[in-house]
């Protein structure tokens, strides 16, 4: 096992810059997820730790070693891909053994960790099957698989549950989780999925344009979103935002007139005067015969809840509520946000303005 640092990592293509200037430290043993949307340059870190793409600019070191100019097969990483990469003619057993019998170790080796290997994944079962006659989470504990029998100081993911139906990847989110847990090999997961990183991490990493945006635990992310666009993104459903003014020791919501605007109770004081962005996620809202009237626009039960999508003036809000909503589509209710899980962003650069 080994720690990964990176440093001020920038990646070009041509003329365009694609990441600018990363600066991630992995301890050893962690499990750490790159989360954020298409495009941001997630996978393209980690073909970067992988040696699978060059390095523009900075440095990444793997154990105290910098690997910039180190090729991938001498970096001592595994890496499990989307597609899983199995070979079609070979069986689950020569598929898992092949890196090691690539790099001659002995027979009595090869027999151990590929039996090692099947044991921990469930697949002992399986070992004289062909990839074409098993399903996507077996070929994916496959892929696991071949990683594992290597020993390898880092493992790297990239996207490797994006192919499974939605059961199925619930079930090996816990499969991958659980084999970190036992191995405790340092990990590095790519997903654009952030229910997948708020799992299964141990420290996320959102990114955005290439771009680090925040930082942290999974609880740390979700409780303290550093800037709007974690704030929107972390979570599901997604914080309502909405835009208004600090006024009075309040938000302040514009409503239809100006007679009609809608004060909501702030985590604590803010200066008067500026325009800033008000976030509530729709779990810290409640029922209450006190609380704010909304005009019912959606219901949607789910059974464990009942998801209520209403108008609040010109603004749409969306709650989640424990409670049973007889209410229906027209209908007033009314709802109060909890002072004290609000938070509060500068409308001009998107940063916490609350602590």
Do not use: W
Not at 5 to 32: N, Y
């Amino acid at each position: 096992m080994a720690a990964v640092e990176i440093r001020d990592v920038r990646k070009s293509f041509g003329g365009t810059p694609i990441l600018h200037g990363i600066d991630l430290d992995i301890a050893d043993g962690e499990f750490c997820v790159l989360v954020g949307p298409s495009g941001c340059g997630k996978s393209t870190l980690l073909r970067m730790i992988a040696g699978l793409e060059n390095i523009s600019g900075g440095e990444i070191a793997i154990g105290g070693k910098v690997v910039n100019n180190v090729p991938p097969k001498d970096r001592d990483i595994a890496m499990v891909f989307q597609n899983y990469a199995l070979y079609p003619h070979m069986t689950v057993r020569e598929n898992m053994a092949f890196s090691l019998r690539l790099a001659k170790a002995p027979k009595a080796v090869v027999e151990a960790e590929t039996s090692r290997a099947s044991r921990i994944l469930g697949l002992d079962t399986l070992l004289d099957r062909y990839p074409r006659q098993l399903s996507g989470g077996q070929r994916q504990r496959v892929a696991m698989g071949r990683a594992i029998v290597r020993h390898p100081q880092v493992f790297l993911f990239d996207e490797p549950l994006s192919n499974l139906d939605a059961k199925l990847r619930v079930q090996m989110r816990g499969e991958i989780k659980d084999l970190h847990q036992r191995l405790r090999t340092t990990t590095v997961y790519v997903t654009h999925d952030q229910i997948e990183a708020m799992t299964m991490a141990d420290k996320i990493v959102v990114m955005q344009g290439g771009r680090v945006e925040q930082i942290g635990t999974p609880l740390e992310l979700y409780d303290h979103p550093a800037n709007l666009f974690v704030a929107g993104f972390i979570g599901s459903p997604a914080m309502n935002l909405l835009r208004g003014q600090v006024q009075g020791g309040g938000f302040r919501l514009p409503g239809t007139s100006p007679t009609s605007d809608i004060v909501f109770p702030l985590p604590e004081p803010v200066a008067d005067g500026k325009p800033a962005v008000y976030g509530i996620r729709p779990e810290h809202l409640r029922l209450s015969d006190s609380g704010i009237p909304v005009t019912i626009q959606l219901v949607e039960p789910t059974g464990s809840e009942t998801m209520v999508t209403a108008r609040l003036g010109n603004a749409t809000l969306v709650g989640a509520f424990r409670e049973r909503v007889s209410a229906k589509v027209g209908d007033t209710l009314r709802i109060m946000p909890d002072p004290a899980l609000a938070h509060l962003f500068s409308e001009e650069t998107g940063m916490r303005l609350t602590s």
